[in-house]
T-cell receptor
Framework: QQPVQSPQAVILREGEDAVINCSSSKALYSVHWYRQKHGEAPVFLMILLKGGEQKGHDKISASFNEKKQQSSLYLTASQLSYSGTYFCGTLVYNFNKFYFGSGTKLNVKP | GAGVSQSPRYKVAKRGQDVALRCDPISGHVSLFWYQQALGQGPEFLTYFQNEAQLDKSGLPSDRFFAERPEGSVSTLKIQRTQQEDSAVYLC?????????????FGSGTRLTVV
């Protein structure tokens, strides 16, 4: 039930772009994205509901392809503050259960 | 309060000892969740409260784990006879309504180390 995230880790230079993917083997109702810095709480970034929507704020955006049961998080012109571990969380149809992926570690270097 | 508050921040327990972890959610948040996060992994669901009612405890790994929220605000996660495999960060999260629609606000967690 746990979604699969890829890649597991990314190293970027400041200003570069990155894409983090989250896919599920089950039909999804919604997808959440969170960022967690070392030793801190996960921080909510955005939620995407069924319907194939796309959202974004600042230079971080995400898409949700309901048919493919996957979501992607796009980070453009990355900043040092983007470093951390990104988790997707998924709500599976008919199970009423919410599962987090194992995370993608992003390291933005100057 | 302004955020979800958890205490203690760190806890070292000897194997076999009982521990109690506290969560103080955002005032007015109806939903409260406990998650367990192992090193390098995503959070895993333990249990869920709506007000004082524990609606889902399917994620509790054994009957040594017990959670309560008697007055619908502060919650306590108790682990009896701790084992080494219980070592993890325990995260509490709250939400005003449906977390899967509104998102979770997490506390900073309690890092439990069982020696």
């Amino acid at each position: 039930q746990q979604p699969v995230q890829s890649p597991q880790a990314v190293i970027l230079r400041e200003g570069e772009d990155a894409v983090i993917n989250c896919s599920s083997s089950k039909a999804l109702y919604s997808v959440h994205w969170y960022r967690q810095k070392h030793g801190e709480a996960p921080v909510f970034l955005m939620i995407l509901l069924k319907g194939g929507e796309q959202k974004g704020h600042d230079k971080i955006s995400a898409s949700f392809n309901e048919k493919k049961q996957q979501s992607s998080l796009y980070l453009t012109a990355s900043q040092l503050s983007y470093s951390g571990t990104y988790f997707c969380g998924t709500l599976v149809y008919n199970f009423n259960k919410f599962y987090f992926g194992s995370g993608t570690k992003l390291n933005v270097k100057p | 309060g302004a955020g979800v508050s958890q205490s203690p921040r760190y806890k070292v327990a000897k194997r076999g000892q009982d521990v109690a972890l506290r969560c103080d959610p955002i005032s007015g948040h109806v939903s409260l969740f406990w998650y367990q996060q192992a090193l390098g992994q995503g959070p895993e669901f333990l249990t869920y409260f709506q007000n004082e009612a524990q609606l889902d405890k399917s994620g509790l790994p054994s009957d040594r784990f017990f959670a309560e929220r008697p007055e619908g605000s502060v919650s306590t996660l108790k682990i009896q006879r701790t084992q080494q495999e219980d070592s993890a960060v325990y995260l509490c999260a709250s939400s005003l309504g449906s977390a899967v629609i509104l998102g979770y606000t997490f506390g900073s967690g309690t890092r439990l180390t069982v020696v």
